[in-house]
């Protein structure tokens, strides 16, 4: 059993879709179709670079910035986790993203004890402010800090991210200095 039925043309071109739930879809939609259904360009896609950012953050979207590929790391104590970071980036890496241990993604300070044994194991624990401060010191920059959320609230202002977020840390690249 397919997952469609595929309606064809007498040159076999795909006329019509037919789902299993028995919903009808087209090939390809154009304008047409989205003025049709209510569809505004500007509310409900936007440019690029503009709300509701459906299309990049950016105007140019990835046309206009380097790619960073990002290493997914932290480990233990925040400063283990600092140790690491200045690793990774004195071996070229350039954009970070934190790894948090069990205990800090389900809220749990590390001296909880449903915490026991669970500290610093896949990530990186974290209290307090004072242990993202830590993580961070003497990290190579300029670098900047922002919360990645998995599926929690977003919050932008420079707190703590909600339990079970991670944070992002990107050193931008020195476009105008070789390296030596």
């Known amino acids: 059993m397919g997952v469609a039925k595929y309606i064809k043309n007498e040159k076999d071109a795909i006329?019509?879709?037919?789902?299993?739930?028995?919903?009808?879809?087209?090939?390809?939609?154009?304008?047409?179709?989205?003025?049709?259904?209510?569809?505004?360009?500007?509310?409900d896609l936007g440019a690029p670079g503009e709300y509701p950012f459906t299309r990049s953050i950016h105007p140019q979207s990835y046309r206009s910035r380097a790619w960073t590929t990002r290493q997914y790391t932290g480990f233990g104590t925040p400063e283990e986790t600092n140790e690491r970071f200045k690793l990774?980036?004195?071996?070229?890496?350039?954009?970070?993203?934190?790894?948090?241990?069990?205990?800090?993604?389900?809220?749990?300070?590390?001296?909880?004890p449903l915490a026991e044994g669970e500290v610093g194991r896949v990530g990186m624990a974290v209290d307090s402010l004072r242990?993202?401060?830590?993580?961070?010191?003497?990290?190579?920059?300029?670098?900047?800090?922002?919360p990645h959320h998995q599926c929690r609230g977003h919050h932008h202002d420079g707190h703590v991210p909600g339990r079970g977020g991670k944070i992002r840390i990107f050193q931008k690249p020195d476009l105008h200095h070789s390296p030596e």
């Open 131 to 146: 242990d993202f401060e830590a993580a961070l010191r003497h990290s190579p920059g300029p670098h900047r800090v922002r």
């Open 88 to 112: 990774m980036i004195a071996n070229g890496q350039n954009g970070l993203n934190v790894a948090f241990d069990l205990p800090t993604q389900m809220g749990y300070d590390s001296d909880h």
């Open 15 to 43: 006329k019509e879709v037919i789902y299993q739930s028995g919903i009808r879809v087209k090939p390809s939609y154009g304008p047409e179709d989205l003025e049709k259904a209510g569809f505004s360009y500007e509310k």
